[in-house]
């Protein structure tokens, strides 16, 4: 980070000793163009560094454009980091304030009317968030919007779960 803190046109390529997913994933979120096993051929090597040289990121012997690299990223951020990243990710929501809000209620099992008594808003209104929700996250329905969602921490599970007023107090509890 700090060698490409200062605005350098210097691409970073990183030699290590551990196989380590996440220590991949942090080096490549620093900026690292390439990160490579420290016991690597040279031929490898050489090939490794054209590649960079070109504009192009290595990651496991993969290589990628910047879009490659960042869908490489979003995909480790997922099944790599947990709950580490959710956080960082939920930075990135293309969703509106209000529109997550609306999400977490989903989430929640409501309906759009019930949703709309809650907000105090029109069951349109509701709807029309709907509809922009599933567009942007590129969703067909509200069960995949809410998925979505939780797999990418912006909502957890035990957020979601509601109060049915049922309960004893603790005090009468067996």
């Known amino acids: 980070r700090a060698i490409n803190a200062d605005r350098l046109p210097v691409r970073v390529i ?3 000793g551990y196989d380590d997913p996440e220590q991949l994933l942090h080096a490549m979120h620093a900026d690292a163009a390439a990160y490579c096993a420290k016991e690597i051929e040279v031929e490898q090597l050489v090939k490794v560094i054209r590649h960079v040289m070109d504009g192009r990121y ?3 012997d993969q290589v990628l454009d910047r879009e490659g690299l960042l869908d490489w990223m979003e995909r480790g951020v997922e099944s790599v980091a947990g709950h580490y990243y959710a956080e960082l990710a939920e930075t990135f929501s293309p969703l509106s304030p209000r529109e997550s809000e609306i999400l977490e209620y989903v989430t929640r099992g409501l309906s759009n009317k019930e949703i709309a008594t809650l907000l105090g808003i029109s069951h349109q209104t509701v ?3 709907m509809t922009s929700i599933l567009r942007k996250l590129a969703v067909d ?3 995949q919007a ?3 969602a939780l797999r990418r921490g912006w909502v957890r599970l035990r957020d979601t779960v509601q109060s049915s007023g049922d309960e004893l107090p603790d005090d009468e509890v067996e």
């Open 127 to 129: 709807k029309n968030h």
């Open 141 to 143: 329905d509200r069960t």
């Open 58 to 60: 290595v990651v496991q």
């Open 146 to 148: 809410a998925v979505y």
């Open 14 to 16: 990183m030699l290590t």
